[in-house]
């Protein structure tokens, strides 16, 4: 059985149109230790598809949920609060694109470190800390016995991330959800987050919902990826089929739009029009303004979302037709 | 052939905020030398892309080539006239043939005019068209960079972020500029918008004699659109060459690493190597010698002291590296043609 399975969230806003709501009936399964990849670009949804499923939508704002998200034979929307405390920090972890928002600029990162060890684990003080110089070492934390007593302001943005990452593995949780983790970063900072993450899968067996918009963190990392755009998940694979054999015309052309594929000297294959307003939504497939293989069944018709092979799901009405060179 | 833009010897120094102690000693705040003597030069119809980490300086160039940012010495010369010691009149001339296009797209624009009167005030201020012109000229403008003309009485916040980049640009074409300096024009953007600008600037860049210096930290970018290119850390140049040889065959150790670094676009691709270690250096805190011995994998004890090293020839392109032997006849400014 999966460790997290996501069924048929849909998320509506406000004022938000319930029959074309801003994500829409979104659906897929992490099992432990794997890294799955939700790749997206701005206002796809990917970061409130996490938030909904976690119940951490910010408050003040008017939405509607519906669906399951099953963790552990746990529904995270149906259980008590009580009982989401337990879990977070616990048995799921968090990790955030910007470290420094996240981490508490009054408490020292070994403080913050300890504080879930404490609460979930019911450590001493005395314990917790040096559990907490434990866990900066094994994050890559020079000095950790020093660094243990600094404030966030102290360090900078890829230790920043190192302790968020420290302190979300503290209790050795199933689940890591890191919402675009390295974007903030400098690519050679980068190499060096990604590299812990997939130590740390490989060492304690940790499930990672990777969420980001670039797709060589993706090719990198992941073992499967979903592919959301306005909302809906276009297309769910594992990542060398869903590089080497894309069907849905959106992930082809995000493929081919990378500028490291680009062919100098020849126009680079880019995705005309743009990403579509939550509060006008296309009908049909939200894909179809901006596709070029769009037919009039796109503009009108429920998409259903097929799949393509054992490890492949699809929703595109025409994908038995296209095929896409990788 | 004399370069449209030749930058020689440049260096940009920051105040630096100081301490607390240094403040109540009335102890001067000590200076961040954030370029750190670079030599650049870019001819007509040349694609040039620096690139580097946060922090290396990139900007800081680009900025002082308009005078945005005051240099602290150098030259910078631009069709044979030091932009730095420019008196206002020929200043104006020198930025109706240069222009800089900017990373954040709403930012840049003044969000209390409409694209059409940002577009009529860069043609009113250079005097470029009769009034009566503005209009139509506008409008082909617009057709130019790929925007409906049913935009040109929106404001910045009644577009995408993707239409104000082709506005920013506009903007740039709209005086006929000759060089365009672009400051990460993309980074903001989406993945599917970002290849939309970037060849809306290659099929301007091959349709007239423009030059573009495109600043950037991604190196496709720079691998697509430049033929040649200069890295850049902690405010020194370390490697300047053509693209392909630079990227295809990095010759200096940070050069070597930062590729390393970039997460590969393919189905069979693993977590990005990490023969570096640490974090981008803190501009205050310069080491002496090289200034990335501290991070770099080949460091040699005399990597370590004295100046920095001088560039040398190696295959084609300029590396300023101890790994390599001194060559006796390597320019120390310019360009290899």
């Given at each position: 059985m999966a460790l997290l399975e996501l069924k048929h969230?849909?998320?509506?806003?406000?004022?938000?149109?319930?029959?074309?709501?801003?994500?829409?009936?979104?659906?897929?399964?992490?099992?432990?230790?794997?890294?799955?990849?939700?790749?997206?670009?701005?206002?796809?949804?990917?970061?409130?598809?996490?938030?909904?499923?976690?119940?951490?939508?910010?408050?003040?704002?008017?939405?509607?949920?519906?669906?399951?998200?099953?963790f552990d034979g746990k529904d995270l929307l149906a259980t008590s609060e009580r009982e989401l405390q337990s879990l977070y920090g616990k048995r799921i972890g968090m990790i955030f694109q910007n470290p420094s928002s996240y981490l508490d600029p009054l408490s020292s990162i070994g403080q913050q470190i300890a504080e879930p060890l404490?609460?979930?684990?019911?450590?001493?003080?005395?314990?917790?800390?040096?559990?907490?110089?434990?866990?900066?070492?094994?994050?890559?934390?020079?000095?950790?016995?020093?660094?243990?007593?600094?404030?966030?302001?102290?360090?900078?943005?890829?230790?920043?991330?190192?302790?968020?990452?420290?302190?979300?593995?503290?209790?050795?949780?199933?689940?890591?959800?890191?919402?675009?983790?390295?974007?903030?970063?400098?690519?050679?900072?980068?190499?060096?987050?990604?590299?812990?993450?997939?130590?740390?899968?490989?060492?304690?067996?940790?499930?990672?919902?990777?969420?980001?918009?670039?797709?060589?963190?993706?090719?990198?990392?992941?073992?499967?990826?979903?592919?959301?755009?306005?909302?809906?998940?276009?297309?769910?694979?594992?990542?060398?089929?869903?590089?080497?054999?894309?069907?849905?015309p959106y992930t082809a052309g995000l493929i081919r739009s990378q500028p490291s594929r680009a062919r100098k000297g020849r126009p680079m294959p880019s995705i005309e029009g743009q990403l579509p307003d939550v509060n006008s939504l296309p009908k049909g497939c939200r894909f179809h303004p901006r596709c070029a293989y769009a037919e009039p069944l796109c503009r009108t018709g429920v998409v259903a979302t097929e799949p393509v092979g054992s490890d492949h799901l699809v929703a595109c009405v025409r994908w038995r037709e296209l095929e896409f060179a990788a | 052939m004399s370069a449209l833009l030749a930058i020689d010897d440049l260096v940009v120094t920051y105040r630096s905020s100081g301490t607390l102690s240094q403040w109540l000693s009335r102890q001067a705040a000590p200076r961040i030398r954030a370029v750190d003597g670079v030599s650049l030069q870019l001819?007509?119809?040349?694609?040039?892309?620096?690139?580097?980490?946060?922090?290396?300086?990139?900007?800081?160039?680009?900025?002082?080539?308009?005078?945005?940012?005051?240099?602290?010495?150098?030259?910078?010369?631009?069709?044979?006239?030091?932009?730095?010691?420019?008196?206002?009149?020929?200043?104006?001339?020198?930025?109706?043939?240069?222009?800089?296009?900017?990373?954040?797209?709403?930012?840049?624009?003044?969000?209390?005019?409409?694209?059409?009167?940002?577009?009529?005030?860069?043609?009113?201020?250079?005097?470029?068209?009769?009034?009566?012109?503005?209009?139509?000229?506008?409008?082909?403008?617009?057709?130019?960079?790929?925007?409906?003309?049913?935009?040109?009485?929106?404001?910045?916040?009644?577009?995408?972020?993707?239409?104000?980049?082709?506005?920013?640009?506009?903007?740039?074409?709209?005086?006929?500029?000759?060089?365009?300096?672009?400051?990460?024009?993309?980074?903001?953007?989406?993945?599917?918008?970002?290849?939309?600008?970037?060849?809306?600037?290659?099929?301007?860049?091959?349709?007239?004699?423009?030059?573009?210096?495109?600043?950037?930290?991604?190196?496709?970018v720079v691998r697509y659109l430049c033929q040649r290119v200069a890295v850049m850390y902690l405010g020194r140049i370390v490697e300047e060459g053509p693209v392909e040889r630079v990227f295809d065959d990095p010759c200096h150790p940070y050069t070597q690493s930062l590729i390393e670094a970039?997460?590969?676009?393919?189905?069979?691709?693993?977590?990005?190597?990490?023969?570096?270690?640490?974090?981008p250096p803190n501009p205050r805190e310069r080491p002496e010698g090289c200034p990335f011995h501290p991070r770099c994998p080949k460091a040699m004890p005399e990597c370590k002291s004295g100046l920095p090293p001088s560039a040398r020839e190696v295959r084609g392109r300029r590396v300023w590296c101890l790994l390599y032997p001194e060559s006796t006849n390597a320019p120390q400014s310019g360009t290899i043609k």
């Open positions: 969230l849909t998320v509506a806003f406000g004022k938000g149109d319930l029959t074309n709501p801003a994500v829409d009936d979104v659906s897929f399964a992490v099992d432990a230790g794997e890294v799955m990849g939700l790749v997206g670009e701005s206002g796809s949804g990917k970061t409130v598809t996490c938030r909904a499923m976690l119940r951490l939508m910010p408050p003040g704002l008017h939405h509607r949920i519906s669906g399951q998200a099953i404490i609460y979930h684990e019911g450590l001493s003080r005395r314990n917790a800390r040096a559990r907490a110089i434990e866990l900066l070492r094994q994050v890559g934390i020079p000095d950790p016995r020093h660094n243990v007593d600094a404030f966030p302001h102290q360090f900078s943005g890829g230790m920043r991330q190192r302790a968020m990452i420290a302190a979300a593995v503290a209790c050795q949780p199933d689940l890591l959800i890191a919402d675009e983790p390295t974007t903030a970063l400098d690519v050679t900072v980068q190499a060096q987050i990604l590299r812990l993450l997939m130590e740390l899968r490989d060492r304690t067996g940790l499930a990672i919902v990777l969420i980001t918009h670039d797709l060589g963190v993706i090719a990198a990392t992941c073992d499967t990826v979903a592919v959301m755009y306005a909302g809906r998940i276009m297309e769910r694979a594992t990542k060398g089929e869903l590089i080497r054999h894309p069907r849905h | 001819f007509k119809g040349d694609s040039f892309g620096l690139v580097g980490e946060s922090g290396c300086g990139k900007s800081t160039l680009g900025r002082a080539v308009f005078r945005l940012t005051p240099a602290a010495s150098g030259t910078v010369l631009f069709d044979g006239e030091n932009v730095l010691t420019m008196s206002r009149r020929p200043l104006l001339e020198f930025r109706r043939r240069a222009q800089m296009v900017f990373q954040d797209p709403f930012g840049s624009l003044n969000p209390r005019l409409t694209v059409f009167e940002t577009l009529s005030e860069v043609l009113e201020v250079h005097n470029v068209c009769p009034a009566n012109q503005r209009r139509d000229r506008v409008l082909s403008l617009l057709q130019r960079v790929g925007l409906s003309a049913a935009l040109a009485d929106r404001k910045a916040h009644g577009l995408s972020g993707g239409q104000c980049q082709r506005v920013g640009i506009a903007r740039a074409l709209a005086v006929g500029a000759e060089l365009i300096v672009a400051d990460e024009p993309i980074s903001a953007l989406d993945v599917s918008i970002q290849a939309q600008i970037l060849n809306l600037l290659g099929e301007l860049q091959r349709q007239g004699d423009l030059t573009l210096l495109l600043i950037a930290h991604d190196l496709g970039i997460p590969r676009m393919s189905p069979d691709a693993g977590v990005p190597g990490q023969s570096i270690q640490g974090e």
